[in-house]
């Protein structure tokens, strides 16, 4: 039982490249996030999906989208990376939409030059 | 909109020392609050949660934080700090039974050093 997995552990993009970040989750949780954590800010969210089939944009979604693939798997793509979006990404998992508590991946490390 | 300050971004206490790290919220229906720890290069992993019921919660690792209506708080305490628990703490809060917004929202964090 791996939890939440993420994918890749770091990754180095020029202005302008476009990337997509991977996350799965092998407990059957019907929710999943995508955060960002950067200095001082805490986490952020940048967009959910409260079930499969559904997303929405949380506090942040300027400059992503997201894939809920299928119950397992939730991608965050970024079209033309910025500098703005160098920053550590988590993904996490929830059993349920309604105040459960989220089970965190071990994030991405992304830098954009 | 609920919101959540966790005062001091960071604490330092000497092992065996009394751990305590504070945080406010506010939250427009009963909240559900949460404490998660981040240890240098990982994910959040909860410590412990409050949702309903008894207000004292007891949490992994001898973490302790007491819910208070009153000063609208939710201080994280340990009796004896020791070397492993340097780490940074998150506080969070969730809109809780009769809301709808369920997403979590988080403290800045308060970094915890411990001193031999």
């Known amino acids: 039982n791996a939890g939440v997995t993420q994918t890749p552990k770091f990754q180095v993009l020029k202005t302008g490249q476009s990337m997509t970040l991977q996350c799965a989750q092998d407990?059957?949780?019907?929710?999943m996030y995508w955060y960002r954590q950067d200095p001082g800010m805490g986490l952020r969210l940048i967009y959910y999906s409260a079930s499969e089939g559904t997303t929405d944009k949380g506090e942040v979604p300027n400059g992503y989208n997201v894939s809920r693939l299928n119950k397992r798997e939730f991608s965050l793509r970024l079209e033309s990376a910025a500098p703005s979006q160098t920053s550590v990404y988590f993904c996490?998992?929830?059993?349920?939409?309604?105040?459960?508590?989220?089970?965190f991946g071990p994030g991405t490390r992304l830098t954009v030059t | 909109a609920q919101s959540v300050t966790q005062l001091g971004s960071h604490v330092s206490v000497s092992e065996g020392a009394l751990v305590l790290l504070r945080c406010n919220y506010s939250s427009s229906v009963p909240p559900y609050l949460f404490w998660y720890v981040q240890y240098p290069n990982q994910g959040l992993q909860l410590l412990l949660k409050?949702?309903?019921?008894?207000?004292l919660v007891k949490g992994i690792n001898g973490f302790e934080a007491e819910f208070k209506k009153s000063e609208t708080s939710f201080h994280l305490t340990k009796p004896s700090a020791h070397m492993s628990d340097a780490a940074e703490y998150f506080c969070a809060v969730s809109e809780g039974s009769g809301g709808s917004n369920y997403k979590l929202t988080f403290g800045k964090g308060t970094l915890l050093t411990v001193n031999p």
């Open positions: 996490a998992s929830s059993e349920q939409w309604g105040a459960n508590e989220q089970y």
């Open positions: 409050y949702t309903t019921g008894a207000t």
């Open positions: 407990m059957n949780h019907n929710s």
